[in-house]
């Protein structure tokens, strides 16, 4: 009896996505590294000052990476969130959750799920990634069905740095050099 209540335990973590948890010991906390860039808009003089007026500058980026550039911003103000599987708001948010409510903000319409979503877009090697493309990872054992995702913020070099929501921490922004991540990385797309 006790046997099969841990194996039903066990099959229901691993049903989540993020299912197998990456063992890590910290010995201090990790912090975001990267942050959303500033909001757009310079304050400039109007003949009433209890009104003052933006204006936007003039972005010289081409209009996907504008684009990349604002769904990112919208994912990072969901950092720290805490897994909710299937949630979609600050109070709880899984891996798919997190990037339909950033793309969709900003009118590009994803599927709900991971491995859905892993059927959109261009597919790209990972030496093509660049900021706003997403990347697709299998973190069950027997299952060999995507069933994580990740979006990417940053590239230096061949660090690729992607925001996400793990079973264990919540909405974090990860490297992909981490050998779990690696280890379950299996494919990239390019949605913008």
Request: aromatic fraction near 8%; proline fraction near 4%.
């Amino acid at each position: 009896m006790n046997l099969r209540f841990t194996s039903l335990i066990l099959l229901l973590l691993l049903a989540s996505c993020g299912a197998v948890k990456k063992k890590t010991t910290y010995s201090e906390e990790r912090k975001v590294s990267v942050s959303g860039t500033p909001k757009t808009g310079e304050r400039i003089n109007s003949t009433n000052p209890d009104h003052p007026t933006f204006e936007e500058p003039k972005s010289t980026l081409p209009k996907a990476t504008e684009k990349a550039e604002r769904i990112i911003n919208t994912a990072l103000t969901f950092s720290g969130v805490r897994y909710k599987y299937g949630g979609t708001t600050e109070k709880g948010m899984d891996c798919s959750g997190l990037l339909y409510v950033a793309f969709g903000e900003h009118d590009v319409p994803l599927p709900r799920v991971s491995h859905q979503m892993a059927e959109e877009g261009k597919r790209i090697r990972v030496e093509q990634v660049d900021k706003g493309d997403l990347l697709f990872f299998t973190t069950g054992r027997r299952n060999h069905k995507i069933n994580h995702v990740g979006l990417v913020v940053e590239v230096d070099g061949d660090d690729i740095k992607f925001i996400h929501s793990t079973t264990s921490r919540g909405v974090i922004v990860s490297s992909l050099k981490e050998g779990y991540w690696n280890y379950a990385f299996v494919k990239a797309a390019r949605i913008l």
